[in-house]
Nanobody, 124 residues
Framework: QVQLVESGGGSVQAGGSLKLSCLASINLASVCGMAWFRQAPGKEFELVSFINKGVATSYAESVEGRFTISQDNNRNTLYLQMNSLKTEDTGVYYC???????????????????WGQGTQVTVS
């Protein structure tokens, strides 16, 4: 299994930026895919972005062009750079890891077996 610890959340004004980090207990080069999800108040759990085998990336339409996912295998860390933040980006952000499913495309939380505890992002 893998342990994931998120950090970097906080409060920011609309239009600002934050960079989330997710430190993994294993080398990310061995992971099939990593993702960021978020849970906003009153909204469904949302797949924000994923990175497949450290290369192929995908983004929810709501964050396309504003968020960038990346990973540093040397640091065992997944990142989410969030720019031009909007109030609707408020929520708890979770990182997730897929160690064995290895699909070509991720669609939902069931594709991931490793989860962090979440970090709060508040945009006002």
């Amino acid at each position: 299994q893998v342990q994931l610890v998120e950090s970097g959340g906080g409060s920011v004004q609309a239009g600002g930026s934050l960079k989330l980090s997710c430190l993994a207990s294993i080398n990310l080069a061995s992971v099939c895919g990593m993702a960021w999800f978020r849970q906003a108040p009153g909204k469904e759990f949302e797949l924000v972005s994923f990175i497949n085998k450290g290369v192929a990336t995908s983004y929810a339409e709501s964050v396309e062009g504003r968020f960038t996912i990346s990973q540093d295998n040397n640091r065992n860390t997944l990142y989410l750079q969030m720019n031009s933040l909007k109030t609707e980006d408020t929520g708890v952000y979770y990182c997730a890891a897929d160690l064995s499913l290895c699909p070509s495309y991720y669609t939902n939380r069931g594709d991931f077996t490793g989860w962090g505890q979440g970090t709060q992002v508040t945009v006002s």
